[in-house]
């Protein structure tokens, strides 16, 4: 028969392990808190960046009157060259794009499933995305840019 003293030392081993569990699971928690969090707050930039070029047809025709003065990008230029875009056109597909591939980034950045490689593999082979990935590549994270450049490497090899 055990003590009365036993009994409490039992006790208080089982609170203790329950509290450090606890810790853990608040740990995971926070952590998975936090991703979200993070990933909201870079499609909230990536919206605040692009959006306001695709809601309003004006914004794009100012910004394509600067661009004209300024120098285009180089993403807007290949665009235009390569489908016959006008400035606006082409300014308006660009913002898309980085918007697009901004919320692909944040995906994978923070969700890191199957489908978010092959959303990606399904869009690289667009000659659109393409462009994009070859003149705006410098706007995403090096960890994200290193991925992508793998997959292009794995298709351009099967071809």
Known sequence: ?????????WLELVVGLSVIFSLFVLIAEVRTNTAAVERQSRLDQI???????LDDVEMGVVLAKIKAMDGREAMVSALMNAYDLTDVEAAS??????????TIEADYLYSRTDLVEHNIRALIDFPDA????QNSRQFH???????????????????
Request: no cysteine; aromatic share 22%.
């Open 1 to 9: 028969m055990m003590t009365r003293d036993q009994w409490r030392w």
């Open 93 to 102: 597909w660009s913002r898309h794009l980085y918007s697009f591939w901004g």
């Open 47 to 53: 919206s605040m960046l692009s959006q306001p070029f």
């Open 130 to 133: 393409r462009i994009y990935w």
């Open 141 to 159: 994270s090096e960890e994200f840019v290193e991925f992508i450049d793998e997959i292009l490497k794995e298709l351009d090899s099967e071809d």
